[in-house]
């Protein structure tokens, strides 16, 4: 109620403004003076004028200021897109970084090496074994069997478990029965102290030396010797710490090189195994 009559109020305002507007615009032809009357109306009408013209300018800096808002978010809109552009086109030059780095380590683990190698991608990791086990994507007709080192440029990674003729399963270094099957024979040290390498919990191997007196320091790294499945001159890792808290048998634990959690290329390493020289003796 109260709103209409306001309504109403300015509806019969603006009416009579128009009224005495047109009159005085008919008055005003043909005249050079201005009459007291139309001095006491324009004065009357003076602070309505001024009203009108602060609403006019308000009007248009609200309009003004919707327009600059609505550039203001499609513009913070584009460069939200840009910028999620640009975060992609980072990522994806990080990961051919990393990748670039990784096959330039491939490849010169291959010029460095006096074995012939086969390069496998891992496709999969075993369900049941997940830490224990990988898949790759070279088989039997590749030349893999059963029983040789699979290595990449940190080092050791594990051996052939069984093969497919187009895929085969590898044993990782960090699995507890890895020792077992031969690989239990077979470590040196660069001052050319040996021993025998076995798995223990935690990823972790053990070395036990030949000697009662070994020298052995935290750091060194450890050697595959060739005594053994596995042939010689892979890097299986580096000495951890030192036992000697038995008298006879002295022993070292080993870190291993290779972070089995994170294999996406590997190097077959194509050498002779007990079979192959089984199937070829006399």
């Given at each position: 109620?109260?709103?209409?009559?306001?309504?109403?109020?300015?509806?019969?305002?603006?009416?009579?403004?128009?009224?005495?507007?047109?009159?005085?615009?008919?008055?005003?032809?043909?005249?050079?003076?201005?009459?007291?009357?139309?001095?006491?109306?324009?004065?009357?009408?003076?602070?309505?004028?001024?009203?009108?013209?602060?609403?006019?300018?308000?009007t248009r800096g609200i309009v003004d200021s919707i327009r600059?808002?609505?550039?203001?978010?499609?513009?913070?809109?584009?460069?939200?897109?840009?910028?999620?552009?640009?975060?992609?086109?980072?990522?994806?030059?990080v990961q051919l970084q990393h990748e670039n780095q990784r096959l330039r380590s491939e490849l010169g683990l291959k010029e460095r090496t006096a074995y012939p190698m086969l390069t496998a991608e891992v496709i999969s990791r075993s369900a049941e074994n997940w830490y224990q086990t990988i898949i790759i994507s070279k088989g039997s007709r590749d030349g893999v069997r059963q029983g040789m080192a699979v290595v990449n440029w940190q080092g050791l990674v594990g051996k052939v478990a069984y093969?497919?003729?187009?895929?085969?399963?590898?044993?990782?270094?960090?699995?507890?029965?890895?020792?077992?099957?031969g690989f239990g024979a077979g470590a040196k040290l660069p001052n050319g102290e040996q021993g025998v390498l076995e798995t223990v919990e935690g990823g972790y191997l053990r070395m036990r030396f030949w000697s009662t007196d070994p020298s052995v320091?935290?750091?060194?790294?450890?050697?595959?010797?060739?005594?053994?499945?596995?042939?010689?001159?892979?890097?299986?890792?580096?000495?951890?710490?030192?036992?000697?808290?038995?008298?006879?048998?002295?022993s070292a634990i080993v870190r291993p090189a290779v972070d089995v959690h994170k294999l996406e290329v590997v190097q077959v390493v194509l050498t002779r195994t007990e079979d192959d020289r089984g199937s070829s003796a006399p």
């Open positions: 109620m109260r709103y209409n009559k306001h309504l109403r109020l300015l509806g019969v305002a603006l009416g009579a403004l128009m009224v005495i507007f047109i009159t005085m615009a008919l008055t005003a032809r043909g005249r050079t003076a201005v009459t007291p009357l139309e001095k006491g109306i324009a004065t009357l009408l003076y602070p309505f004028q001024v009203a009108t013209d602060w609403v006019g300018d308000q600059e808002l609505t550039r203001l978010r499609e513009e913070n809109a584009a460069l939200r897109e840009q910028v999620a552009e640009m975060a992609q086109d980072r990522a994806l030059i093969t497919t003729p187009y895929s085969s399963t590898v044993q990782l270094i960090s699995d507890a029965g890895f020792s077992e099957g320091e935290v750091g060194q790294p450890v050697y595959t010797s060739g005594q053994g499945v596995m042939p010689a001159d892979l890097l299986v890792g580096w000495i951890e710490e030192v036992d000697t808290s038995t008298s006879f048998v002295k």
